[in-house]
């Protein structure tokens, strides 16, 4: 079963990554405007908190369990 441990530590990791990417993303679109590498990710997470909240109830299941993801 240490397989298992393995793949979840892989998981964890790639994780950790992705979170400090969209982090530094976050940061460098609020800092430089339009950087062309990086997209609109405020944009697109504050379209997100949007949606989620014209969904109601569902929306709010939605964001508890994204939140339970990063944790």
Do not use: E, Q, R
């Amino acid at each position: 079963m240490k397989w298992i441990s393995d793949v979840k530590n892989l998981f964890n990791a790639l994780t950790g990554v992705v979170i400090s990417l969209l982090a530094l993303g976050i940061v460098v679109n609020l800092l430089g405007g339009g950087v062309p590498f990086v997209g609109d990710i405020a944009g697109n997470i504050i379209a997100l908190v949007s949606s989620l909240g014209k969904a109601g109830v569902a929306g709010l299941i939605a964001a508890i369990v994204i939140l339970n993801l990063y944790k």
